[in-house]
């Protein structure tokens, strides 16, 4: 018998490519599909082009009042016009460098992730932004100390409404989910109980009632004289009702965990905060990073509800102006800037989560 | 005892590795008893092992192997009876267990290695955080035992890119990176490739003959014979037969054990 001669290792095929056969594989893989894509294609067009014209082509961008805009065209001047009181609201406009500035220093906090920083460092940027960040960003927003002549939040408004209400609801509610979601886990009946009960109750509130109930009923059972800033209850409201939501995201991944994670961890003598802080909370969060996301790019929208208790975010602000006379029906413009501003946030926020998966990424599998 | 890699390896799974038992007690269970819900799986254990001796617990699956074991770092908590480790007493206070926790290293049939942690973080983590080593001294400690399970070129990789055998002895080296007294082995080959189970049983081989304290739940044969100083057979939640290996595999007492041993040595 001859002796085995291993064969040599050879290339892998190469995966035919190319316009055509992209096309002819997914949109005329077969008359009937074919066809398909025509007909769907034809009224992408018509539709399309009409809009592109009204959007871009045919529309004003630059001008003076009104009278610039053409009719049945686009009118973006009216955004350009708006466009600080769409940004900060009622804050005084010679004080907005406060939050322009409160801003950029929390998109340096954001960026490290992309960035091939050491690790610590990078760590250290994420301290930054979670704990540093707010504290310094509140200082300078509202102002009050330090000289910063003090803004009241009554005067805060537009997209920094929205991002101030986002942000908050996501940094404080991401402990508090963490907490009771390990509280559900807990051995101890009590602590599980109190956290099923918080999480059950909240979950089961529409935001909307949250909202009222912090505005119109919160007061009635406060001591007379006591007032209570309208923004602070409704980012209580917000941050306890996403809160419930991000507990019930964690828990999903604690409960992922393979049991030999927790026994690994509790034979190598290490305590129950030790555990979860160094092994499971690292590995469970990972895993939930989609989750998280979804969660919240879902907040970030809803926080246009604070509407409706006489906050302007970005959306009151913008409707605030539409029933403006000066200017003739601006509606979709305005309604379409409000689009194109949570779209540009959220598209960014489900980016971002994407890079953070990859980034957390160690579970190289063979 | 020192050893030198190839010719140790040739050897081990036949010269029986010199005992190292002393004669002084670390490990005392009197009477254990537990059951899961109704069922009694753990059934009037008494058990008494020698500092640096080897016990190779085998029996049929579900046989109360793997709970034995766990109740001795308290992965399982027993309902009666008493478990004393190194002078302490197992019970449900918390101080006691990790007290316990710390003289006592543990190697899964799953290894277990905590895959967002390089193999050096793994092995890092009890000395830096249980033991409080300083972590350069810990970084020492951890490449010596790398060494010692012969991959301490992996240490800066992930659980996740290395074999079977590769990560069951990083799990060894993690163990006894908290400088253990005893260490526990729950089927440490049972998971792996039939060509990854002699690295890992070498590995286990130069620890016993190191003098170290080990209680293995296995079936390789070749092992037992080589090092244990006692062989436990467990049936039903009992201990059926212990006896030294020689005993053991030529004239077992008990008929329960000659079949048991009839059917695993048959092939
Ligand atoms: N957590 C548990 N709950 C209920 N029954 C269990 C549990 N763990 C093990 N058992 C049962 O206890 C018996 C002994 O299990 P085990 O100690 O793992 O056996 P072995 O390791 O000898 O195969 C088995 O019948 C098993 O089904
Ligand atoms: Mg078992």
Redesign the interface.
Known sequence: MATHQPLPNQPAPVTQRGVIRWLRANLFSSWINGLVTLVVGYYLLTMLIPLIDWAFIGAVFTGDGVDACRPGKACWIFVEERFGFFMYGFYPEALRWRPTLAFALFALAVVPPFLPLPGRLRRSVAIFGLTGLPVGGYILIAGGVFGLESVDTSQWGGLMLTLILAYVGIIAALPIGVALALGRRSEMPVIRGICVIFIEFWRAVPLITILFMASVMLPLFLPEGVTFDKLMRALIGITLFQAAYMAEVVRGGLQAIPKGQYEAAEALGLGYWRRMRLIILPQALKIVVPGIANTVISLFKDTTLVLIIGLFDLLGAVKSTLSDPAWNNVMAEGYLFVAFCFWVFCFGMSRYSHRIEKQLDTDHRQ | MENNGTSFEAEALTTPVESAASDESIIQVNDLNKWFGDFHVLNSINLDVQKGERIVICGPSGSGKSTLIRCL?H?EAHQRGQIVIDGVELNED?KNI?AI??E???V?Q?F?????L?VLENCL??PV??RKTPRREAIEMAMHYLERVRIPEQADK?P??L?GGQQQRVAIA??LC?QPKIMLFDEPTSALDPEMIKEVLDVMVELASSGMTMLCVTHEMGFAKTVADRVIFMDGGQIVEAAPPRDFFTRPEQPRTRDFLEQILQH
């Open positions: 770092n992965l918390v990790e926790r710390r006592v290293g543990m899964f799953q277990n290695l905590f895959p967002h390089s983590l009890a955080w249980v992930y996740g890119q074999s993690r163990a908290m």
